[in-house]
């Protein structure tokens, strides 16, 4: 009597037809004969297991489960393998798990070429380039690009000097790492192509963090020394070159100043001669007086009475 | 009755659906199959490989399992139910992980070795005969290569397993620093010695042997559990080295080598440093000076050359009266002698005979 009273109204033909009804849809939804390719999907799809066709984006039908069945791998993200660093996923802005973590640092540690040791984080950008062989070749997919990757790099930095790798040698750390990991893929046949291998963090480790800190003072020590040195050249060299023009040239005016004297002199003494050679008796007199006079006005003179000889005078200091 | 009527359509409905899904089988791409009646393989269908491979599983399954069949790639397949069973294998590539082992090189020092491995299924009939599941097949590999492993890098020392060419690696800051210097100053060269053009102070440059370094390595435990691999229907794709890292008791005497190489390249600047600005003050004292000198010997010249030109000028008007430059120049000398700091002492009659006589006489 219960089951009917649940029932009421509804037979149980139209029970059926609505069983009936879901599990037709549920087929529909799920295996069923419509899909959706994303614009950055490929449909790969499979009949019985078999790959028959790849079609781009938009709605297309299919056979249903089990006869057809598609794959929608993203073929044109660029998708990324992180390496010593993991972003926290669903942190905004995007925070990152790094070398204070030990796993990340066990990732991310590793030997130079010269035996040293460095700290080192990279991406690996990929994206599908063979969906088929993407999908079939190789199963997990990620985690052999990232065995790929981490392989590839301890190679090249095995390769490598740690200066190298820390500095000058980037760019040809990371171009060696990009073709490695591309030949590998290649080898597996993993379908992807490699966009970039960036190298992120390279460092030498914190234990000796300091001692490379002071190889960077020390260049600018060495710079400072060197640019300490120039100063002094450029202060020292123009001041000397200036001394040494106004030496020579204190040298010309003295040669101006003694030639002109020389004319000069010579020119009054050629005067007065000439004067002399006119009258000589009244010119030499006149200038024997002129001369002692000149003399005894600027000398302290002492006379001495004649008869009293030498040894005694007197002295006219006061009295003058 | 009416019951058992259900029951019995019911279980026959069922039944015919276990037929029907039982008698049908789809194998993928990603999949090989060995189809077994009762437990003994009447068939193999592998995945999709090039001729030369398919060849050669033929040819061993015609010399070992005569009368199973083989086939090749994905589809759908039919097959006895309940008599026949299909043995689903992987036909993609797959992992193998390994454990991170402690290894000892040759030169006796621990390594932390982390190895990876690609495989695949090469031989589904003879997979199937001696492992089964991946599983055991992992756990074989797991003896294979890591006996491998060991013994090869056993054999090898340290930095033969961390390098894998003899490319130079360079000197890091030591080289670059004196060859910036050394652009400038062709002097400073013999602060490297180089032989043959390349670098031989400081280097610790190794050379790694032609068959060694960590590709040719990896090559021969590759080559080495490939054929061991074989007798599993597996085959190896590659050995490869993730990670090589020093334990980390050993790090530390490392990170003390790394810290007293890094203070030698400092002290090698500033004493760089140092010396280019000694050179530097003392090439500037020396141009000081050389001007300085150049400046005096100018100077001095014009000096010279003044004087005589004085000299000339002076003879020449001297000599055209040479009486009455004694003359007068004994009467300027009496002049420039005697200053208001002499003392004359002249006796009474001395003045006045002076001053007497001299009128007209040229002394």
């Given amino acids: ?320 | 009755m009416k019951k058992l009527r259900v029951f019995l359509w019911a279980a026959a409905v069922i039944f015919a659906l276990m037929v029907v899904f039982g008698a049908f089988y789809v194998v993928t791409e990603t999949d090989q199959v060995v189809l077994l009646q009762l437990g003994k393989p009447v068939k193999v269908i592998a995945g999709d490989r090039n001729e030369a491979e398919r060849q050669e599983l033929q040819a061993w399954m015609d010399e070992n399992a005569p009368g199973v069949n083989l086939s090749f790639g994905a589809g759908l397949h039919f097959k006895i139910p309940f008599l026949q069973q299909a043995r689903f294998l992987d036909d993609r590539i797959l992992e193998y992980d390994d454990a991170p082992a402690d290894v000892v090189t040759r030169d006796k020092k621990h390594i932390q070795v982390d190895s990876y491995a690609r495989w695949r299924i090469d031989n589904p009939l003879l997979f199937v005969q001696s492992v089964q599941t991946v599983n055991q097949a992992r756990s074989r590999l797991d003896d294979i290569i890591y006996s491998a492993i060991r013994q090869e890098l056993g054999r090898n020392d340290l930095i033969q397993i961390v390098r894998s060419t003899n490319d130079p690696i360079g000197l890091g800051s030591y080289v670059r620093l004196v060859e910036n210097v050394s652009t400038s100053e062709p002097d400073s060269m013999r602060d490297v010695r180089m032989e043959g053009g390349e670098v031989i102070e400081e280097t610790r440059l190794v050379y790694i042997p032609e068959h060694s370094g960590r590709l040719n390595i990896l090559k021969r435990i590759t080559e080495q559990t490939q054929g061991l691999a074989e007798q599993y229907g597996i085959q190896i794709i590659d050995v490869r080295i993730k990670r090589a890292d020093l334990p980390a008791e050993n790090q530390a005497a490392v990170f003390r080598r790394m810290e007293a190489e890094r203070n030698r390249i400092s002290t090698r600047y500033r004493a760089e440093g140092h010396r280019m600005s000694r050179r530097i003050t003392a090439e500037t004292d020396l141009a000081v000076d050389s001007i300085s000198a150049r400046a005096d010997l100018g100077a001095l010249t014009i000096r010279g050359q003044a004087d005589s030109t004085a000299a000339a000028i002076y003879a020449q008007a001297y000599e055209t009266y040479p009486d009455f430059y004694r003359f007068s120049r004994s009467l300027e000398t009496l002049q420039e002698v005697i200053d208001s700091t002499s003392r004359l002492v002249l006796s009474t009659e001395g003045v006045m005979e002076y001053l007497r006589t001299t009128p007209g006489e040229v002394r």
């Fill in chain 1, 1 to 320: 009597m219960k089951e009917v009273s649940i029932s009421r109204g509804i037979t149980p033909k139209a029970v059926k037809i609505i069983v009936v009804a879901v599990i037709l849809l549920i087929w529909f939804l799920v295996g069923g004969p419509f899909y959706t390719v994303n614009p950055e999907e490929e449909g790969v799809v499979l009949t019985f297991g078999r790959h028959t066709s790849t079609v781009g984006p938009g709605f297309h039908m299919k056979l249903p489960w089990p006869i057809q069945r598609v794959y929608t791998p993203q073929v044109n993200v660029v998708q990324r393998v992180e390496i010593g660093f993991r972003t926290i996923e669903g942190s905004d802005p995007p925070q990152y798990r790094g070398f204070d973590n030990p796993e990340m640092l066990s990732e991310g540690q590793m030997l130079t070429g010269d035996e040293n040791i460095i700290n080192l984080s990279a991406i690996v950008q990929y994206r599908i380039k063979d969906s088929k062989a993407y999908l079939f070749n190789v199963r997990d997919q990620v985690s052999t690009l990232r065995d790929i990757s981490e392989a590839s790099i301890r190679l090249v930095v095995g390769d490598n000097a740690v200066d190298a790798v820390l500095t000058t040698g980037k760019v040809e750390v990371a171009d060696r790492i990009h073709q490695l990991v591309q030949g590998m893929a290649d080898d597996y046949g993993l379908g992807v192509t490699i966009v970039a291998v960036q190298l992120m963090d390279v460092q030498p480790p914190a234990q000796v963090a300091d001692a490379f800190k002071d190889v960077a003072t020390a260049r600018e020590d060495m710079q400072a020394y060197i640019n300490e040195a120039e100063g002094y050249r450029n202060e020292l060299l123009p001041a000397a070159r200036a001394d040494s023009i106004t030496r020579v040239n204190q040298a010309m005016g003295y040669m101006a100043r003694r030639t002109n004297r020389a004319r000069g002199d010579t020119r009054r003494f050629t005067a007065v001669a000439a004067e002399y050679a006119r009258s000589p008796e009244v010119t030499a007199t006149r200038l024997h007086l002129e001369a002692l006079a000149a003399v005894l006005d600027t000398a302290e003179v002492v006379v001495v009475d004649g008869d009293a000889g030498a040894l005694t005078h007197y002295s006219l200091e006061g009295v003058k």
